[in-house]
């Protein structure tokens, strides 16, 4: 969800409205008089919105994410800890998680 504020309102209140949308994570559209508003997102939030876009862009890879997402509801399949993942995949206890999400 989304709250709407001014632009004079925001800009006089930027600070606190900065600090607002990162502790809450809740986006603020930022009204313009000429109608061309824009929204104020944190960088995290920014961040996981394009990570999910570009993991959704490839049909396939979307089909993918979506079939394990309805096994892991159905519980098809059993949660693991990182150390048995570490285990499975014959990592190295300090390898990034990057190298471990290459795996899913």
């Known amino acids: 969800m989304s709250t ?16 607002r949308v990162v502790e809450t994570g809740e986006a603020v ?7 061309k508003n824009v929204a104020l997102v944190s960088e995290a939030e920014l ?6 876009l570009y993991l959704l862009r ?8 979506t079939a394990a997402l309805e096994r892991s509801k159905s519980g098809e399949v059993q949660p693991q800890a990182i150390d048995e993942l570490i285990r499975t995949f014959a990592l190295e206890e ?4 990057n190298e471990l999400a290459s795996f899913s």
Do not use: K, M, W
Request: one cysteine or more; a negative charge.
């Open 29 to 35: 559209i930022i009204t313009r008089p000429d109608g």
């Open 4 to 19: 709407q504020i001014p632009y004079v309102d925001a800009q006089v209140n930027l600070g606190e409205l900065c600090d």
């Open 47 to 52: 961040s996981s919105l394009l990570e999910t």
């Open 94 to 97: 300090n390898d990034s998680d």
């Open 58 to 65: 490839s049909p396939a890879n979307a089909a993918r994410l």
